[in-house]
């Protein structure tokens, strides 16, 4: 099962964008048990935790970014979102959509997020 992510693109500061991670061939049994959640990667930079959603839809915010991302699913789509409202230049990264489960790890092949000042 491979996860595909989009959404991504450039805006500028103050914008919004919805990332989307579509794992659309996937058991609807097994997309229930995983935790998913979005990192970011920058240059120089460690892959960090943006958002977390668990399998019972409880949320986790990365302190940044409370207040102005929200993190969601969509069992019958199989797929999860990252709304991001009042982008800030600081946001700018690779996005990344990891599904983690009992006994696997999936990661989505990334999606660049670019805000302008």
């Known amino acids: 099962v491979q996860l595909q992510a989009s959404g991504g693109g450039l805006v500028q500061a103050g914008g919004s964008l919805r990332l989307s991670c579509a794992a659309s061939?996937?058991?609807?049994?097994?997309?229930?048990?995983?935790?998913m959640g979005w990192y970011r990667q920058t240059p120089g930079k460690e892959r960090e935790m943006v958002a977390v959603?668990?399998?019972?839809?409880?949320?986790k915010y990365e302190d940044s970014v409370k207040g102005r991302f929200t993190i969601s699913k969509d069992n019958t789509r199989r797929t999860v979102y990252l709304q991001m409202n009042s982008l800030k230049p600081e946001d700018t990264g690779v996005y990344y959509c990891?599904?983690?489960?009992?006994?696997?790890?999936?990661w989505g092949q990334g999606t660049q997020v670019t805000v302008s000042s």
């Open positions: 990891n599904f983690k489960g009992a006994n696997s790890e999936l």
């Open positions: 061939r996937m058991i609807l049994s097994v997309f229930w048990g995983y935790d």
């Open positions: 959603i668990s399998s019972d839809r409880t949320t």
